[in-house]
């Protein structure tokens, strides 16, 4: 990574810009498929599984506070399985930049371009995150300003049409069987990855260790309340099988909103959501191309943009929309499931050499 320095409010930007992506389009159908109406709750349940991993990696970088995860790992696991914790990465944000781009095609196609093949699709969205990992972390940081800026003001649209919203449809609370709690907030993580960037931006943020667990913490907690209210406010104006039937069902609770001046305010936030989706793209391919840097000889170094090649055919791996859904539920259950191990064995280790030193 460059001698680039992230300000704070950087951090907010990436965290929240790189969580809330492809996941919010159909976070609502996904999740009230499993929990019905209490798909919201799940939310709230995997966010907090995700705020407990955040907080443990930043106990761990409080040990360590010159150092990402890929120093570390191998500081504390060895050269040889810390290498191999590191390729493990690569591979990570390689199939899950596929997985973002797949879901960003697919909408794209849906509701712009529904003639376009989605190969042809693709390639603007790849030449774009090509652009930011080229041209490092001080572009990824201020773009992810950027589309902050521009879609915050979109968060609007969850309280907008309350007068719509019937509590009758999320009753009664708390009555599914544990096994759809389970699977539901499995299904419900894949929305929150992307928070594992922390693990690689913690060294170069210009500000002590209080101030980043705040707007660490601060970022995670914005994200869990925009997709539980989001899931909520879905679910209580469309009712369950109304929610169910629909793929992009927050563009279709979007419909349900009038500004003055705005005819068709799902059409504004398609076109605004695509610079969020190629944002968590440019986002996750720096990071694949950042690890194999750090890997290989300086000569080698930006071979690693060629990542590009693995993302895009990966992201055509599956045949339909409905494989798509299944492929983004493997990559959910298998990426956290890997984060939680990497996260949870490094400071139980770093644990254990402190306690016999």
Known sequence: ????????????????????????????????????????IVVLIGGSMILILV???????????????????????????????NIAFIVYFVVLAASSLRISVDFFSAWVL????????????????FYMVKNGLQVVARVSE?????????????????????????LPIGQQPILSYLTGTLKSV????????????????????????????????????????????????????????????????????????????GFFLTFFWIFAMFHTLGILYYFAHHTFARMVPEKWQQTGIFLAIPIYFLAFYPRNIGE?????????????????????TLKLISLTKKRLS
């Open 55 to 85: 907080n443990i990696s930043l106990s761990l970088h409080k040990s360590y506070p010159k150092d990402d995860v890929l120093q570390i790992s191998r500081n504390l696991m060895g050269n040889l399985i810390g290498s191999g914790v």
């Open 114 to 129: 529904p003639r376009t093949p989605l190969e042809m699709v693709s390639l603007p969205l790849m030449f774009i995150a």
């Open 190 to 265: 894949y929305s929150f990855l992307g928070f594992e960037i922390l693990l690689f931006i913690y060294p170069y943020v210009k500000a002590n260790h209080k101030k980043v667990r705040f707007v660490t913490n601060l970022s995670i907690i914005f994200v869990i309340l925009i997709y539980g209210s989001l899931t909520f406010a879905i679910v209580a104006s469309m009712g369950v099988k109304g929610t169910e039937n629909e793929i992009y069902s927050t563009i279709k609770y979007s419909q349900l909103v009038t500004l003055p001046l705005i005819e068709r305010v």
């Open 324 to 344: 798509v859904g299944r492929y983004s539920n493997y990559v959910a259950i298998v990426g956290f499931t890997f984060l939680a191990i990497i996260i949870i």
């Open 1 to 40: 990574m460059d001698k680039y320095k992230i300000s704070l409010t950087q951090v907010f930007a990436m965290l929240v810009g790189v969580t809330i992506g492809g996941g919010l389009l159909n976070i609502g159908s996904t999740l009230s498929g499993e929990a019905k109406q209490d798909a919201w």
């Open 146 to 170: 950027i589309i902050l800026i521009i879609m915050l003001p979109f968060a609007l649209i969850i309280i907008i049409p309350f007068e719509k919203w019937d509590i009758l449809n999320i």
